[in-house]
């Protein structure tokens, strides 16, 4: 099969090719050990005898002060603020974040089903709370437009339109009225409820250090996720920008309802409003665009949200859009701040599931963002602690009526790119937030909602952009694509919450499916240097004669033993039934030269010996000292046998099974592979392991897979120990019997 | 740390031990390789080029005959059937499980809850069916204990009591009559449709050769949910061994309320029932416990359960027990076969998950039987074809009122131990039904209820036994003990359908724990072997100076990369970012020294660099940008501050990553490696990969991880030989630096 020489010569001329003082070698000479040899060699080290209340101690060593710094990081970074270093770039920063905030916290609102006052508090208090609480330095908390669009999710399917007809005052046959005012409260208590609930969990997953959950959320799946959150926030915004009324849908294949009722009342478009907006959307395309093409020339990036707020206010205002149009417009936006609340705990049943969902979303849109800037400037986040700190957020602001914030990137790359420094940024952007609303939010009444949804879409313009992956995925991993089409969508069609609950559950499938349908191969070696490789690649891996490596990328547990054993079979092409059935036949013959009688009666006899025993699943116990019997008998046959038939069943007389890629090992594998090696045995091939780490030795003697025959003296550390023991012994073992 | 000479004259006292002609040695002489080298070394062989058309034909090769022969192995099996030999094992197996097939399918049918007769028909035709589509020789299809009981809680959802309550027909304040035969009639409609739609379940998981789905119900989850079926099955029976009459629960907690209903009744307790049922259990426990005592002795197993039938049904009829006693008998049997009918599909709509499961938990109660006899006596079964005559099985038969069948543990062993041979044996069985059907059914009229629960009991006392398993788990392994548990408690509690779901998931979710919350360790050289330990472990193994081995027992990918990038970054001691901050801290010292303004005014720029980029989820791209961006200021800064500071930051200038046990790897590991090297290159030390496998290599190459960078030159095939190029290597780059 392979050229030997060719292979070695080759080799020689590499190594020549090489500088001569860099010719290192690898070298090694020492006897062949197997497992039972090394650990008759090695010593293990006493255990560290630490115990539980010692390992207590040191875990709550850290003291009161530890927990406060690291509960309140501002108390860390305040006291050590280099203001003339830091202050005038904060200030400059803080101001351009909160001229973004603005506009987007109205927006967003609208996506949140709830009247846009309450996107301002939530521009305000979240994002002065996070100064204390957070660890990141460049996020910049707020509105963002995946959580807002949740959020509206839940609020219109908890107080839906059709909760709210009443009939008009002076009665019978005029149609119902929309009661707006009663809808939109309502609205807000969903969502303050909701934001309660994040807050709560997001505390507590905190506070149990359950940071981690967000890994969950793989790359590809929150790519597709949010490119799906993106079609559903611009399905939900048409109806704004063509000044269109039709009702908000929620829950499964809502997007498709939605279009479907923009199309069917696409006659009634306010031509004035499409105007308006589209107008807005080319400006803020164009501004989007300028401030991407030249962030290394302007100083601050051009603040196109604001100014198409002011101006479109402006314009609405001095043309009167809404009377002499029929222009939607904001409506009243109330001066000041509300007293604080509690919320409407009698809501929570129904939203238990939504909050979770959020909570996670949120978080990892957080931290994702977080760390990224966090090691682009050298310092790190803690994860728990911006968990703690996100859900301090939401809670302590929910009782303001606020509704769920994270961080968003648009406004975070802003604070960060305008030279924001530290949480200080975030408080004077908060602040500005906070002007608008006890001064001058009245100013914005007359703002049309359609300039309001030309800048929710041009935000997602990014989120569009994901498309891209797919292609990308498709080169580099079919599995990963697969993950991003099932999260886009499940996404899409059954809306966010269900559709990211499929995408993880999906993800974590193919974790499962990796593990359970492993390539595997028969090796070869490769002369001289001790490496294996698959024989049907490589051209230099020659097989041993008489001797099968075979090797699978995978550990062997519940779910895959049955495919290893018949891969195993099926690859090293040696099968204990055909080896068996040939030795029937063998044993036919010499009957029909004997004219014997002997195996029927014996084959009785055996069959005799089982009774009735106990009922159903108690078999596997009793199957296994079936077989053991049954191998016995083998055994005793087979040994009989040996006398007249000296010429072995198979070519092959060792099987040598590479374990060095399996981690770990369950009951139900260990069973299969000793059933595998009991089966071999019977028709005298040998079954040796190779490469197995010791963690997986310790679990196997747990397992209690070393008894009987099967021996530590069957496992060698490395495939060329193994195939060693296996070329030298295998005469000999021929000899004795 | 350790005594290398210690360590090698153990070795050699070890040698010598040996017999000097089994000295066989471990010798390898060669170059260190790296992958770049050993890619362009070994030649790729050529891919066999079979095209799509070349493998259908391939797969359709197999000829119509084949095709007919293994999905009626009847046609392989029966002409070649030794009369002789064979018919008389099977006669005498055949008529011992006919006996027993008898009483268990008046018993189970109780447990369908639907009449008698039912159990009857269901342990004829199936098993007659069978005979023709099995490719097992040994297992006794037929009525099956959990099976059973899961139909009857299907049975009883559908149908419950409260539906057929009728006001009697002389009106008024009498209290309602449940309309018994209504109800029946009914249930035997849902029993029936179920059944027909589990046999068509089977049928195409079958033709989709999935009968790999029964791996998933791993061997300690079936043993705890079969222990929890067997608690249902007692509770749901001990109101017939009391004679109490309440209703039959079914969903959550049903067994809860079972116990409830029933102890709240036990005043009505009708002594005369307990006291026949009693008998009859101590009855039945002793016969099965001489039956395995004598078992080698007995030449067929004493017919306990038909002897308490009839000699129950003897004494209820002479002893007028109905009438004089109030005891409930098993009533109205009529004799001979219904006509077939077609199923009520209209019941189909709430029964589609329940024969889902009940589809997959009968298959993998046969196919786990049917294997076990196959390996005992050297046939193989073919688990599509078990699936399909299952599934067909259940399918026709459904059209003559049965309801699902599966094989039996008890019935099996009867029918195996008796000396049954081939399918013959079953057909026999079901003769001996068929007989009692046509003839003599009546006969069994005055049998009492509890004589049945009695016989029901003392079959389930093996699955009893599984609890046993608890220990014997807790020993070997305690995610197998949680999975079983986990399965025995959801099943009670939730219900054997929702007890499966949750079982199979968490099971599925042991692995994906197993895959991410590896052991990492630090490995050292045990000296003159080649081979790596780790160093906590034992003595012997060194660590070489200045060089970490990282070791992690799993694949790389989404949900464990950042804990192994944190386990590297703990266990090796060596954290990018603390080595930084030293560097920060130097430079801080340089620049008091020099008074230098240099490197603030240096951030400004850098982050003027950044502009507002596009929204939201791009982001992963932005951030690798300017990751990528950073470090290459990062290394201009370690340059020009390497002229300053000589002294290394670590005194670690190599780390090798151990991917021997890796399998996988997905683009956010990759990405996340990828990181890690980045970060460690940016504080002076270089991190290599060993042990990588070819195909996790290739994987690489798909991901582009080899880019920029990263070469195949840092890819080392084994441990040692990435240790040797280190320590070779190290000195040189320090002093070309």
């Known amino acids: 099969m392979s050229s030997l020489p ?183 208590q969903v969502a303050v409820m909701l934001t309660t609930m994040v807050g709560i969990i997001q505390i507590v997953l905190g506070l149990l250090r359950f940071g981690f959950v967000a890994i969950y959320l793989t790359e590809p799946l929150v790519r597709g996720f949010t490119t799906a959150a993106a079609v559903h926030v611009v399905v939900s915004q048409l109806k704004y920008l063509l000044g269109v009324k039709t009702q908000r849908f929620s829950g499964p294949l809502s997007a498709i309802y939605s279009v479907k009722a923009v199309l069917s009342d696409i006659t009634s478009t306010n031509i004035t409003t499409l105007i308006l907006g589209l107008v807005c959307l080319v400006f803020l395309y164009v501004i989007k665009d300028l401030n991407e093409r030249f962030k290394k020339k302007l100083p601050i990036p051009i603040p196109g949200e604001i100014i198409v707020v002011i101006v479109s206010t402006g314009v609405s205002f001095g043309l009167s859009l809404s009377d002499n149009y029929k222009v939607d417009v904001v409506g009243n936006i109330p001066t000041g701040l509300l007293p604080p609340s509690a919320p409407q705990f009698s809501l929570l049943p129904n939203l238990v599931t939504d909050s979770f969902t959020i909570a996670i979303v949120g978080f990892s849109m957080g931290i994702s963002l977080a760390k990224t800037f966090a090691l682009k400037h050298n310092y790190s986040v803690d994860g728990n602690q911006e968990l703690i700190a996100l859900g301090l957020c939401n809670f302590i602001s929910s009782f303001f009526q606020t509704f769920a914030i994270t961080c968003s990137m648009s406004r975070s790359l802003v604070q960060e790119s305008t030279g924001g420094k530290t949480q200080i940024a975030g408080l004077l952007a908060s602040l500005v937030v906070l002007l608008v609303v006890v001064a001058i939010g009245f100013v914005f009444q007359p703002l049309p909602q359609t300039a309001l949804a030309a800048i929710i879409m041009v935000n997602l313009l990014g989120m569009f952009k994901q498309f891209r992956d797919m292609p990308t995925l498709w080169r580099t991993s079919k599995i990963e694509l697969a993950i991003w089409l099932v999260a886009f969508i ?248």
């Open 6 to 188: 060719a292979s070695v010569m080759r080799q020689e001329e590499a190594a020549a090719q090489e500088d001569a003082d860099t010719q290192l070698m690898y070298k090694i000479e020492r006897p062949v050990y197997d497992e039972a040899f090394i650990q008759s060699q090695l010593l293990h080290r006493k255990e560290n005898s630490t115990t539980l209340r010692q390992r207590l101690a040191q875990r709550f060593r850290c003291s009161a002060k530890a927990a406060v710094l690291s509960f309140l990081p501002i108390l860390t970074w305040l006291p050590a603020y280099p203001v003339k270093q830091y202050l005038f770039s904060d200030v400059v920063s803080g101001l351009s974040t909160g001229v973004v905030q603005l506009p987007q916290g109205l927006a967003y609102a609208m996506l949140a089903a709830v009247p846009p006052v309450y996107g301002l508090y939530s521009s305000f208090y979240p994002v002065l709370l996070y100064t204390f609480f957070g660890t990141s330095r460049h996020i910049s908390i707020g509105t963002f437009a995946v959580i807002s669009l949740m959020i509206g999710g839940v609020a219109v399917r908890e107080a839906p339109d059709s909760m709210f007809f009443m009939l008009p005052a002076n009665g019978s046959n005029m149609s119902a009225i929309l009661d707006v005012e009663a809808r939109d409260a309502r609205r807000v």
């Open 490 to 737: 499940a996404s899409v069609l059954l809306g966010l919450d269900y559709g990211l609950l499929v995408a993880v559950t999906f993800a974590i499938l193919t974790v499962i499916y990796r593990t359970q349908s492993p390539k595997s191969a028969v090796l070869g070696y490769v002369p001289g240097t001790g490496l294996y490789c698959d024989v049907d690649e490589y051209e230099e891996a020659a097989e041993c004669e008489g001797i099968k490596i075979f090797h699978s990328n995978s550990s062997i547990y519940f779910a895959n033993s049955d495919l290893y054993v018949n891969a195993l079979k099926e690859k090293t092409g040696v099968n204990p039934e055909h080896l068996q059935a040939t030795r029937k036949a063998r044993r036919k013959q010499r009957e029909k030269a004997n004219g014997s009688q002997k195996s029927p009666l014996k084959i009785r006899v055996d069959d005799k010996k089982q009774g009735v025993t106990h009922e159903v699943l108690s078999y596997n116990h009793t199957a296994e000292e079936q077989r053991n019997g049954q191998l016995e008998d083998r055994h005793s046959e087979s040994d009989s046998e040996e006398v007249v038939f000296f010429e072995p069943l198979s070519p092959v007389h060792s099987i040598i099974l590479d374990w060095t890629p399996a981690t770990f090992i369950d009951s139900v594998g260990a069973k299969a592979i000793k059933q595998v090696i009991k089966e071999y045995a019977a028709v005298d091939v040998r079954v040796v392991i190779a490469g197995c780490s010791r963690g997986l030795l310790s679990e196997l003697d747990t397992l209690q897979f070393f008894s009987g025959f099967m021996t530590t003296e069957m496992m060698f550390p490395t495939v060329h120990d193994a195939v060693l023991h296996c070329q030298h012994s295998q005469p000999a073992r021929c000899q004795n019997q």
